[in-house]
């Protein structure tokens, strides 16, 4: 399985990007899948995660309506829009997949990891 995470760049405070994350190897519209990040100050955390068939959806608080997670099954392809960013919101951005289809915060649940893209939001 391989996990390819793109999108990412140099932003200003307000600013909107879209991360895709191309999925391949595997049955992509059988899993859970999630959005995690990773910054200097702080330890891999949960953004958001999205079950298999896209019906339902978690997010952490800090994101929460702000970023926006959705997959395309037909294209194994699963999105996290990000609205509104935040200085705070500087990170790497994983993408996983958990070989379950339910959605969970927990990374311990993932048993796939996308390489990450840098996301740096300037204030």
């Known amino acids: 399985v391989q996990l390819q995470a793109s999108g990412g760049g140099l932003v200003q405070a307000g600013d909107s990007l879209r991360l895709p994350c191309q999925s391949s190897?595997?049955?992509?519209?059988?899993?859970?899948a999630g959005w995690f990040r990773q910054s200097l100050e702080k330890e891999r955390e949960f953004v958001a995660s999205?079950?298999?068939?896209?019906?339902?959806?978690y997010y952490a608080d800090s994101v929460k309506g702000r970023f926006s997670i959705s997959r395309d099954n037909n294209k194994s392809t699963m999105y996290l829009q990000m609205n509104n960013l935040k200085p705070e919101d500087t990170a790497i951005y994983y993408c996983?997949?958990?070989?379950?289809?339910?959605?969970?915060?927990?990374?311990?649940?993932?048993?796939?990891w996308g390489q990450g893209t840098q996301v740096t939001v300037s204030s």
């Open positions: 996983a997949q958990r070989p379950l289809g339910r959605e969970s915060s927990d990374p311990r649940q993932y048993d796939y």
């Open positions: 190897g595997r049955n992509f519209r059988a899993y859970a």
């Open positions: 999205i079950n298999w068939s896209g019906a339902s959806t």
